[in-house]
Every structure is written in C-alpha cells, then in structure tokens.
DNA sequence: CTAGGGTTAG
C-alpha cells in the first residue's frame, strides 16, 4: 500500500503529476484500498482543489486585517461607548464591568450587549454539541445575569430591551423564561408587538406547543395585530414539531395564497417534519408538488429529500434525486455528498465511496468537517486504521477540529494494532486543538507508549499529567524505564514519579542502580542519586547495597561509604518511628 | 435598536 504524506505545511504536492500545484483533497488516500479500479495515488487522475491552505491563510488575514466600518466617524462620544460596550462583553465579572462601565451605557447599547451575548451562547452550544463539553457558561444565564445587574443599577426595561430578551430565551430553549419575561412586560405595562409574540411562539415550537401557540395568535388578532409572513411561518413549525401534519398541510396552502410560500422555506419544513416522522412518501409528494409550481429551490428541499430516503433506507432513490439535482443545478452540495457518502459507507459500498471521492476532488467543493468525519468512522469501521490515521491528520492540518470521541476510540484501535506512534500522534492532535480531554485518555496513551517503547514521551506525559494517572501504571511505566529507557534521564524519572506522589520502591531502585553499575561512565548519576534519597526518606536495601560495594573502588571508597552511611541513618530512624507506631 | 425559516451526524 502506498501513502502520500502530507508535508509540514499542509500543502502536499503530488508526485508526478502533470502540474506541481495540483494536489487532492485527500492527499493520503489512493493506494488501492479496494481491489477495484482505484490506481494508486501518483497516478491518478485526481485533479486539485482550489483553495490552498496558504489561500486560506491570506484569506484569514485579510479578514483579521478589515477596517472597522466608518471608524472615521464616530464621535468621540461614541468611542466611549463602544469602549464601554466593549468591556461590558469581554468581561469575566459582569458585576465589576458594569460598575466600571455601566453609566455610559444607553438603551440602545445594552441591546447590542444581549445580542451578543445571545449570539455567543448560540455559537458556543454549536461548540458544545461538537465537544461534548457542558462547563460553558452560556450565553443565555450571562444575558440573565445582565438584566439583574442593569434592575439593580436602576435601569428602566424598555419594549425592545425585552424583544431582544424574549428572542434571545426562544433561540437558547428557554421558553419558561420566555413566558416570564412576556408575562413580565406586560404587568409593567408595554403592550406586545408582533416582534414579542414572534419571539414567543418560536419558543413553543421547539417542543410543538400548538395548544399555547394557538392561543398567541387568537390574543394578536384580537389586538388587532396584523399575522405577517414571518408570524405565519413560525407558526407552521409549530404544527410541524407538534405533530400536526394535517393543520400543517392548510397552513401551507394558506401561505400560497397569500403569497408567502413563493420559496422553498415553508415546504421545506413540513418535509422535514415529515421526514423525520418516517413519512417519506407523503414528504416526497410534496416536493413533488412543489417543483410543479415551480417553487423557487435553492437544493435545500433536495437535500432534506435525499437525507430522508438514506434514512429509509431507500438508497437507490436517494441516488436518482441526488443525480437529478447534479444535472438540474449542474454542481455538487456538499451536505448532499457527505449525506450520500454517509449512506454508501453504512451500505459498505467501497466503490461508491470512492466515486464519491473522486466527484469532490472533481469539483470545487471543499470536504468539510463531516466528511472528514464520515471517512474516519468508515475507515475505523474497515479496520483501516493507518489510513484512518492520516485522514484525520490531514483534517486537522487543514483546520478542523476533530471530536474527542472519535480521537480517543481512533488511539485506541491505533495502539491495539501497534501504530504506537500515530495513536500519540492523535493524542497531541486532540491536546493541542486548545480543549478539554477525558483525564482517562494520560493513562491511556501511557499504555500504549510503554507498549511501544516510546518512552521518553510516556516519561512526558508522567511528568505533565501526574495528577490523572494510576499508580499501577505509573508503576508499569516506571518498570520499564529501568530497564530500558534512556539512562541519562533515569534519576529525572525517579524524581518526576516520586513528586507525583508515587512512593518507589527498592525494586525500581534496584534496577535504578543495577544499569548504572554496569556503566563505570555514569557514575556521577548514580552519586547524585544515592545523595538524593536520603533527603527523601528513601534507603537502599542491602543486596542494593553489596552490588554498589563490589563496584566502590571505581567510584572513591570514601565518597560511596559515607553516602551509605547516611542512607542507614535514614533507615534506622525510618525502622525506629514504624515500630514506635 | 427587538421577530421566523431547512439539510449531514451525533
């Protein structure tokens, strides 16, 4: 098998290929991995990609380099708030900020506060899904915590404080709040408008609370409250989430009349309800219904149609509305690829797999984190670790962060099949990706180290982890140091074990001096040791002992006997304090 | 200055 590695700086060039800039998306892959038609990789017919990573960093910096907007004109007045404004969001003490920075705020300011505090916490639990990791503080408790302390600095709520408010409650699942908040607004005297009730009903869709909903729009219509396009809208996902296929089905047909269902959102989300409720036939009816109006689509309703048959099951209709959108819209989707890609490798379909490959080197989509992310799972699932190995490397290399899940079930099939190297390769992948890793994960990669007799960087991993690793397995690392680990470094590891807590024992300091008396050149090592023990509490034992004596005229008689000497003296008032116990 | 909207996979 052969494997291209991808070079340092993530830009892999391909050997002999007619253009040196060409390169693939999956730089790692083709060696065959299946028996059928896949030419090995410096062969292949692989066209490149677009976006090289150095495009990719100029793009990066260019953003970074952006001139705010209209900086030229904000007054000085306005620099104090935004500075203020500033402050309030990037502070960890809220309380303090506030005090600091409070008084310059205006109403308009806090609103831009909430909303990026609500956008934050959006974005966080996108992070958070991904991560798995629950120890955030969101953005939605940080936006609570703001309106406290603004009640408490004695500032007035005002109509759109709480619009902001009650949408930021609907788009982090906080209905109760949502309700309180509107319940709230209400007793104070604001009267609500069609912003408020919007933000409410699209709180009661994420559990299809229609019954309340139903209520809302009765109490806007007694208000004289017109129900635009957006109210009608979310209410339609209301229906949907709560089941109501039948209502929901009406609802559409009122939208179309009134001209609100002239693109593909509202048929997109009762297909997706539908869908999702395993009634693909009757979602595939309305797609239907809806190309035959002529119902602008932006492959979104293909999507969802597509992603439903692999559900079902129904691969071979997937692939024909897959085909038809590629011949209608004449490129590819790459929530379409991964979705198709997905379905082939639960399928097994190899060969499938690796056209689908093939079209994203063809065309000028970019595999993202998903597709990565598929292609690992089925490669783990093959038993192709190495190659599984290198598709997340190259993931990582081109700026994805894989999930720990996926890193740490990878190390470990990695370690059980002796890639010692590329499981610790993952480990420091997932180390460096800047989040927290399973405590677990030290211990485990120590194992697979040792086992690999990678041991200067198991020593590290000791030394940086001390707190999170057993002692049995600090014992087995330490074991195998002894006996064959660098013995330059043999007196850091006993310090380094020891200061973890680790008690060592005269077996380990038996083998410590065993290796240094067979080298006359590493007796400076061994003096320094036998000068640190006693500091420590610890003694050599007596067979220890007699194998240093035989060697003693090679290091000074004198220096070695009286460094015993003081061992025994550690010894005996060790022996005294146990017996007086 | 405040509102809605879809797809992968987990």
Known sequence: MEISLVSGNGITPIPNSQSPLTRSCFPFLPFPFSATAVRPFKNSKFTVFATTTVELNETRNWQRNVPPKSSKIVSLRNKTRQSAILDVQESSDLDSALSRSGGKLKAQDLNVILRHFGKLNRWKELSQLLVGCAKAKDGYSKATELVRELKYHGLQMDSVIYGTLLSVCASNNQCQEAERYFMEMKSEGYSPNVF???????????????????????????????????????????????????????????????????????????????????????????????????????????????????????????????????????????????????????????????????????????????????????????????????????????????EEELCSSLIHYLGKTGAHAEAFSVYNILKYSKRTMCNALHEKILHILVAGRLLKDAYIIIKDNAGSISQSATQKFAVSFMKSGNINLVNDVIKAIHSSGYKIDQKLFHMAISRYVEDSEKKDLLLQLLKWMPGQGYSVDSSTRNLILKKSHLYGCQIVAELLSKQQVVSKTKSRRTRTK
């Open 196 to 402: 408020h009730y919007s933000s409410l009903i699209n709180a009661y869709s994420v559990d299809g609370k229609y019954t309340k909903a139903d209520e809302l729009i009765q109490e806007m219509k007694s208000g004289g409250l017109v129900l635009n396009k957006v109210i009608l809208t979310t209410l339609l996902k209301v229906y949907v989430r709560g089941g109501l296929f039948e209502k929901s089905r009406e609802l559409i047909n009122k939208l179309d009349k009134l001209g609100y269902a002239e693109d593909e959102m509202p048929y997109c989300i009762l297909m997706d309800g539908l869908v999702k409720a395993g009634k693909v036939t009757e979602a595939k009816t309305l797609f239907d219904e809806m190309k035959n109006k002529n119902v602008k689509t932006d492959g979104y309703a293909y999507s969802i149609m597509i992603s439903g048959f692999c559900r079902g099951g129904l691969l071979q209709d997937a692939k024909q509305l897959a085909s038809s959108y590629e011949a209608k819209y004449d490129r590819y989707d790459i929530v379409i690829l991964n979705t198709m890609l997905c379905a082939y490798c639960r399928a097994g379909e190899m060969d499938n797999v690796m056209k689908m490959l093939k079209k994203v080197d063809e065309s000028a989509i970019s595999p993202d984190w998903n597709t990565f992310h598929i292609l690992i799972r089925y490669f783990c699932k093959e038993k192709l670790y190495i190659l599984a190995y290198h598709t997340l490397d190259d993931m990582h290399k081109k700026g994805h962060q894989p």
